[in-house]
T-cell receptor, first 108, second 114 residues
């Protein structure tokens, strides 16, 4: 079964709004990673947060990690139409295990 | 670096035929992974290599699937014989231990078995 579970499965917002995606997982991790996948393309690594970190920023991305609750969130601020994609969390213990993703649609 | 290169991008084959998917990882990466993506099951890890040695193939669905990495710059995933339920997108990814940059994925091979 999948290690990570993203929520919501789909999210539709307007340009300029913030998008928040959540991820829950079940077992211990070394780190947690977020990836983006545009339609028909491979996955692109966005950000990695280690198990001893609680928050990390990269440009318009903010990731939080709560190991006590086994959960993470990805916030995209000031969204753009180009952010339309599927977003996956992946937990790293020895290899990466992916959730099924959140489909984000950003409308102009 | 051109990134992880997979070929072919699309493959349509008839049931029972042999299919070979190819991958060139990023130079210097010592880990190579093969994943399969379907709508029903999401992304599944099939097998991974470290320094060209297969480490864990527990995700390989059955004996019809095999993977090799003869050298640091090339890997193949073979399905023989292929079945319609093998239809999926197959991704190759590479990585270095301890990297803060995650895995680098190829663009995938979309396999359709008819």
């Amino acid at each position: 079964s999948q290690q990570g579970e993203e929520d919501p499965q789909a999210l539709s917002i307007q340009e300029g709004e913030n998008a928040t995606m959540n991820c829950s997982y079940k077992t211990s991790i070394n780190n947690l990673q977020w990836y983006r996948q545009n339609s028909g393309r491979g996955l692109v690594h966005l950000i990695l947060i280690r198990s001893n970190e609680r928050e990390k920023h990269s440009g318009r991305l903010r990731v939080t990690l709560d190991t006590s609750k086994k959960s993470s969130s990805l916030l995209i601020t000031a969204s753009r139409a180009a952010d339309t994609a599927s977003y996956f969390c992946a937990t790293d213990y020895s290899t990466l295990t992916f959730g099924k993703g959140t489909m984000l649609l950003v409308s102009p | 670096d051109a990134g992880v290169i997979q070929s072919p991008r699309h493959e349509v084959t008839e049931m029972g035929q042999e299919v070979t998917l190819r991958c060139k990882p990023i130079s210097g990466h010592d880990y190579l992974f093969w994943y399969r993506q379907t709508m029903m099951r999401g992304l599944e890890l099939l097998i991974y290599f470290n320094n060209n040695v297969p480490i864990d193939d527990s995700g390989m669905p059955e004996d019809r699937f095999s993977a090799k990495m003869p050298n640091a710059s090339f890997s193949t995933l073979k399905i023989q014989p292929s079945e319609p339920r093998d239809s999926a997108v197959y991704f190759c990814a590479s990585s270095s231990i301890g990297t803060a940059h995650g895995y680098t994925f190829g663009s995938g091979t979309r396999l359709t078995v008819v």
